[in-house]
């Protein structure tokens, strides 16, 4: 599950390389448009995270038919979303990405990408819904399979589109956008042939119309505080990125390069707190309540060590990224010193993540989550950067060291509450 998320990260990777070749604000403008995939991902993600609590707990349990029912009623819920996010990005992308930066030519760059990756939206919803269930069922081989081909796929198209090789015109960011569509198209059909090769789950058409209430009212009960946990983390999150945005294009390409080495150096953290979750909701799910609470403690464990391995390995090699990149004097610099800064966030990326989104959520215990991150975000993050770029107008990397506070600010709530065990309970029987 780990090279499973490893090759997911490799992807905003692969854009950045091949981008920043190109120019500066054709990688900037990417960074910025996926923020609102990043957004659509956070309705997909609870609706996901909620179906794999249940589904977890159900296959610990052997009830195959309530996972089928429970398959149905997540496409029902991800669909309209998936179908909002493509109507704005195809009708009004540069209404969209103005949210983010005014600077001209990175929105002129911005519009030509969220045209095409418009198509995207659904196709991604699809394939994620599938993948999640897929992992809580005893195919992660099968899932982790799709996942590498979906990315090679990209990555593959993403080097013919935006170059125009092979014969075909230079598309630039709208090549690495049709990259992505056409990825995420491949990568659903692949997980439908899964599903109708191996006949674990038969899924039925009707199911999305009709779902027991046992099934709804327990799913909607943990994962509205999921939803809402999420919108609240991930919009104050990107609030961060339309600080940063409004700060200037070097300081919108070094923050883009750090966006994406976080992403690639944590892809074993979340994996570490999915796979966590998964087993700990098996445990709970079969009634080993002690069991879980012994598993719980050892993903805080490695959670604390993964976090600490990735902040020291970004440091180490931010001499040799900062080298690699195409970016202006000031833009580098900007780089050097917010990778320095990355290593204290990812401990508390990786443990909060784990605990919260893996532990937590795995017991149904989903309120937490929802509170903590709205009084850090918006009682301290959002208000206090703000304040620090437009009012007080403190130097961009001053600014940039408040809004990635956030990870540590809550660390001390995240350890009391999880002593509190409140997450070990059984939601299915």
């Given at each position: 599950?780990?090279?499973?998320?490893?090759?997911?990260?490799?992807?905003?990777?692969?854009?950045?390389?091949?981008?920043?070749?190109?120019?500066?604000?054709?990688?900037?403008?990417?960074?910025?448009?996926?923020?609102?995939?990043?957004?659509?991902?956070?309705?997909?993600?609870?609706?996901?995270?909620?179906?794999?609590?249940?589904?977890?707990?159900y296959?610990?349990?052997?009830?195959?038919?309530?996972?089928?029912?429970?398959?149905?009623?997540?496409y029902?819920?991800?669909?309209?979303?998936?179908?909002?996010f493509f109507?704005?990005?195809?009708?009004?992308?540069?209404?969209?990405?103005?949210?983010?930066?005014?600077?001209?030519?990175?929105?002129?760059?911005?519009?030509?990408?969220?045209?095409?990756?418009?198509?995207?939206?659904?196709?991604?919803?699809?394939?994620?819904?599938?993948?999640?269930?897929?992992?809580n069922?005893?195919?992660?081989?099968?899932?982790?399979?799709?996942?590498?081909?979906?990315?090679?796929?990209?990555?593959?198209?993403?080097a013919?589109?935006?170059?125009?090789?092979?014969?075909l015109?230079?598309?630039?960011?709208?090549?690495?956008?049709l990259?992505?569509?056409?990825?995420?198209?491949?990568?659903?059909?692949?997980?439908?042939?899964?599903?109708?090769?191996?006949?674990?789950?038969?899924?039925?058409?009707?199911?999305?119309?009709?779902?027991?209430k046992?099934?709804?009212?327990i799913?909607?009960?943990?994962?509205?505080?999921?939803?809402?946990?999420?919108?609240?983390?991930?919009?104050?999150?990107?609030?961060?990125?339309?600080?940063?945005?409004?700060?200037?294009?070097?300081?919108?390409?070094?923050?883009?390069?750090?966006?994406?080495?976080?992403?690639?150096?944590?892809?074993?953290?979340?994996?570490?707190?999915?796979?966590?979750?998964?087993?700990?909701?098996?445990?709970?799910?079969?009634?080993?309540?002690?069991?879980a609470?012994?598993?719980?403690?050892k993903?805080?464990?490695?959670?604390?060590?993964?976090?600490?391995?990735?902040?020291?390995v970004?440091?180490?090699?931010?001499?040799?990224?900062?080298?690699?990149?195409?970016?202006?004097?000031?833009?580098?610099?900007?780089?050097?010193?917010?990778?320095?800064?990355?290593?204290?966030?990812?401990?508390?990326?990786?443990?909060?993540?784990?605990?919260?989104?893996?532990?937590?959520?795995?017991?149904?215990?989903?309120?937490?989550?929802?509170?903590?991150?709205t009084i850090?975000?918006?009682?301290?993050?959002v208000?206090?950067?703000?304040?620090?770029?437009?009012?007080?107008?403190?130097?961009?990397?001053?600014?940039?060291?408040?809004?990635?506070?956030?990870?540590?600010?809550?660390?001390?709530?995240?350890?009391?509450?999880?002593?509190?065990?409140?997450?070990?309970?059984?939601?299915?029987?």
């Open positions: 599950m780990t090279f499973q998320y490893f090759m997911y990260a490799l992807v905003p990777v692969a854009d950045a390389v091949m981008l920043v070749a190109l120019n500066q604000d054709a990688m900037s403008s990417v960074s910025l448009s996926a923020q609102v995939s990043f957004v659509r991902d956070l309705f997909l993600f609870a609706i996901t995270a909620g179906a794999s609590m249940l589904a977890a707990q296959w610990g349990k052997g009830d195959i038919a309530s996972i089928e029912k429970l398959l149905g009623y997540i029902k819920l991800a669909l309209p979303i998936a179908l909002v109507a704005l990005t195809l009708i009004v992308p540069g209404a969209v990405i103005r949210i983010f930066t005014d600077e001209p030519e990175i929105v002129r760059y911005g519009i030509s990408y969220l045209r095409v990756v418009s198509f995207s939206c659904v196709l991604m919803s699809l394939a994620s819904i599938e993948l999640s269930i897929m992992k069922i005893g195919q992660v081989k099968e899932a982790t399979v799709i996942s590498i081909i979906m990315v090679l796929t990209n990555v593959g198209l993403n013919v589109f935006i170059y125009g090789l092979l014969g015109p230079q598309m630039e960011t709208a090549g690495a956008a990259a992505t569509t056409i990825s995420a198209l491949v990568g659903y059909l692949l997980c439908v042939f899964v599903r109708l090769k191996r006949k674990v789950l038969r899924f039925k058409i009707s199911s999305i119309f009709s779902t027991p046992e099934i709804t009212s799913y909607r009960k943990h994962t509205f505080p999921v939803l809402l946990n999420q919108l609240t983390w991930g919009i104050g999150f990107t609030m961060i990125s339309v600080i940063m945005g409004h700060l200037g294009s070097d300081a919108i390409a070094a923050n883009s390069i750090v966006a994406v080495v976080k992403d690639l150096i944590s892809c074993f953290c979340f994996a570490l707190s999915t796979a966590g979750s998964i087993l700990v909701g098996n445990e709970l799910g079969a009634g080993r309540l002690d069991e609470r012994v598993c719980g403690r993903v805080v464990r490695l959670a604390i060590v993964s976090g600490a391995v990735a902040g020291l970004i440091l180490a090699l931010s001499p040799l990224i900062v080298s690699a990149v195409n970016l202006t004097d000031q833009a580098k610099d900007y780089l050097f010193w917010m990778l320095v800064m990355c290593v204290y966030y990812m401990v508390g990326r990786s443990i909060n993540g784990n605990v919260i989104t893996g532990i937590f959520t795995a017991g149904g215990d989903t309120k937490f989550g929802f509170i903590c991150d850090t975000m918006w009682g301290f993050i208000p206090v950067g703000a304040l620090a770029a437009f009012v007080f107008e403190l130097p961009v990397l001053a600014v940039f060291f408040i809004l990635n506070l956030d990870e540590i600010v809550k660390l001390p709530a995240v350890y009391i509450h999880y002593k509190k065990y409140k997450w070990v309970r059984n939601l299915v029987d």
